[in-house]
């Protein structure tokens, strides 16, 4: 895409759809212990510990934990009352 002015396509207001992309890590996510949790090195992390466990594969892992890192960085500088 080529248009004048736009640098990017923010990919906010999704977060709903990536859980239902990567039910499971989502579903494991609510179990984290902290909420703004990046599931990449906080303790209590539910995400890591099922990821460890094999309940997921380190693709699909990858793939949520960069979409979730793209939104969050949207939301912050679109929006600061978002949380991803």
């Known amino acids: 895409m ?8 923010p990919i ?3 977060e709903r759809g ?3 992309v990567f039910p499971e890590i989502a579903h494991a996510a609510r179990g984290c212990r902290f909420r703004d949790c ?8 539910e995400v890591r510990a099922r990821f460890e ?9 990858g793939a949520y934990l960069a979409l979730a890192a793209e ?4 939301a912050g500088t ?3 009352d978002v949380v991803i």
């Open 53 to 61: 466990a094999g309940d997921f594969s380190e693709g699909r892992l």
């Open 18 to 20: 990536l859980a239902k």
């Open 2 to 9: 080529d248009e004048p002015g736009l640098r990017s396509l």
């Open 38 to 45: 990046t599931h990449t090195h906080e303790p209590g992390c």
């Open 78 to 80: 679109l929006d600061p």
């Open 12 to 14: 906010v207001g999704h």
């Open 71 to 74: 939104m969050r960085s949207s």
